[in-house]
């Protein structure tokens, strides 16, 4: 996908379908098959965690590699990559398949309640809140207990119990920059990084063209999520003719960038 690496964990009830936007000549846009728990979009491939208590996954798109395969199984968790895909099952143990040329399908042992992938790199959260990541440039995460982590296909950033944001892996963009504000939720992108501020709820970016996804006033954004080279957010505010409502900013490179999808 050319847009947005759209990470989506059911957004509290709000978010229970999905839906795909972009390039779709290799069958990846197929959309509202089963109300979605957890879904994640990769570079030609998307998968889903249905929200119907099965906890079955399904991945449609380019399946050169096999990265739709899903063994059988039940799962909590997904995370697509360049030509892989990972999930976590429902006792903590993480699956991958698709291609391997980068070492991107050597998941680690043990117990782990959260995945990130992008490209040939993968990260994972285990149960204590340590990081762990494996696959084409993979470096050791700070020693740190995080809520939240993010990984693109060369850097990764975690959010601590302090709301603090720390990054590992490359940083010839200064996407490992982080600045010392408190954050929500962090995501990241190739070459750039962005959060969402516990203050006023705006969208924070910093490394390669960093651009925050703003609306008018750069505030409210509830969730944001950080493709390869763009990323985009969700606004929830009040207004008072119309009362409560949401809608979907995107910012960053490619044509199919844009908004309200």
Known sequence: YQMTDWKVNNLMGLVNSEKCISRGELGQLVSGIVPALQLDAGDNHTCMVGNDGSGHMRCWG???????????????DTAAGSAHTCGIRVDGYIDCWGDNSKGQLDAPTG????????????????????????????????????VQMSASGSHACGLTYDNEVLCWGANDKGQLAAPSDSFDTVSVGNG??????????????????????????????????AGPTSHCSINRWHDKAFGDYQSTFCDGGGEHVGMDP
């Open 62 to 76: 380019n399946n050169e590699h096999g990265q739709t395969n899903v063994p059988a199984g039940m799962w909590k």
């Open 111 to 146: 117990r782990y309640k959260e995945i990130s992938s992008m490209g040939n790199h993968a990260c994972a959260l285990d149960f204590d809140g340590a990081a762990v990541c494996w696959g084409e440039g993979a470096t050791t995460a700070p020693a740190a207990e995080f």
């Open 192 to 225: 750039f990084s962005c959060g969402v501020g516990s203050e006023l709820r705006e969208a924070i970016c910093w490394g390669d063209g960093a651009k925050a996804v703003t609306n008018d006033q750069n505030m409210g954004h509830y969730s944001l999520s």
